[in-house]
């Protein structure tokens, strides 16, 4: 019989290793617990990507640049604009993927599910190619008044952000409601 440096038959810890091995790294039972927290992280990351593309260019004003705001609401969506991307991308990739290993792999066979990513990639899309450097373009600018171009764009990005929203709430639905589209 050989035994280990702690006087254990090595036949036993190697049994004990095999069977630790063997157990799953993780109890799914005790993974739905995170799952409301997950949910709202992901929901709030997902939104928080889109908020600054959404609410800045109805802070555009004719008179003053965006970047010259007092408001601390308009300073933040100034920051994640510019500087808060990336994190919050990286979070949300993380909260999906955590998502996607606790409700299991099937879901990402769901129609609903599908569509709703497609629906998201293009409004990425829209907010990253679009309406961010436009957005660039105006927030700095403090134009008089009577700018008809400056006025003209301004509009045009609260249309982008009508658009865009629309389609953030169609993901709503399509998340919330899961129908059955084939």
């Known amino acids: 019989m050989v035994r280990d440096r702690l006087g254990r038959n090595r036949g036993d810890t190697v049994r004990v290793l095999t069977a630790r091995l063997r157990r799953p ?6 993974m739905i617990g995170l799952l409301p927290i997950l949910l709202v992280t992901h929901i709030c990351l997902a939104l928080g990507l889109f908020l600054p ?45 955590g998502l996607v290993a606790i409700l299991g792999t099937q879901l990402l066979s769901q129609p609903w599910l599908l569509v709703a990513l497609s629906i998201y990639a293009a409004n990425l899309a829209i907010a990253l190619f679009i309406q961010r450097p436009n957005l660039r373009r105006l927030v700095g600018v403090r134009a008089a008044s009577d700018d008809r171009t400056w006025t003209d764009r301004a509009r045009r990005q609260r249309y982008v952000s009508y658009a865009m929203a629309g389609l953030v709430g169609t993901i709503g639905v399509l998340m919330s409601a899961k129908p059955q589209l084939w």
């Open 53 to 97: 593309s959404l609410l800045l260019p109805f802070t555009l004003r004719a008179r003053r640049s965006a970047e010259e705001s007092a408001s601390p609401v308009v300073r933040l969506l100034l920051r994640l604009q510019s500087q808060g991307g990336l994190v919050i991308a990286v979070g949300l990739a993380l909260t999906g993927t």
């Open 25 to 30: 790294t993780y109890n799914p039972g005790a």
